[in-house]
């Protein structure tokens, strides 16, 4: 991780500044002494909250762009999201950094491989929960043949009606996409674009998604709570 924007986070995570101790320490104090004006070593698992770091890109500044992902540099700053529990932390960081996730509506599935186990509890999840689920043919298959309620829509290159016309006419509110093999990465850039031009949620990864998925739950439960920083270490 990059020390200039992990550091600050890690600080106001933890509550410490823990780069004027690492400078006393590199000076020659102690651990131990170089914490000693600053509250004494912090301690991560005495913690009451949890932290989740979310990255800002500048997509829909630049028409035509793939929002897919590689080992570049693409984003332009972070946002952090501070909750007791982790799926509303999530929810908190994806709200800081421009995605609302949904509270209802419909989610789209399109699963490569063993992706589609890997997300099966959160796709019942949100059937359960009421929504509309979404799948491109073998992802839909396999949640049916999993007692999820399915409904199948065409891929973009199988034809009208399609998933990307489903986006652009607000008829999906979340979408979950993974991919492997150029071709697959290939075909799903206008889903993704179409995605990011209507701001409909959307991600790539089975963490993301999961991640994705408990935070809308948790989000269903109840509104997001807000406090200063300094609040989450006076308790």
Known sequence: PRASRTVPFVAKTLGSPIAKAAARIMAGETVE??????GGKPDPRALKHIAVKESVFPFARFPGVDTLLG?????????????????????????????DLPRKGTVFFSMKGDDKERVLDSARALAEAGFRVLATGGTCRYFQEHGVAAERINKVL??????????????????FNTTAGQKAVSDSKSLRRAALMMKVPYFTTVNGINSATRAVL????????VKPLQDYFAE
């Open 158 to 175: 199988q034809g009208r009606p399609h998933i990307e016309d489903a986006i652009k006419n607000r008829q999906v509110q979340l979408v």
């Open 33 to 38: 002494a170089a914490f000693a004006d600053y």
């Open 218 to 225: 948790a989000l269903r439960e109840g509104d997001i709570a």
């Open 71 to 99: 080992p570049e540099m693409r984003s332009t700053g972070e946002v952090m999201g501070l909750d007791t529990t982790y799926p509303m932390a999530f929810a908190k960081a994806q709200l800081g950094a421009g995605t």
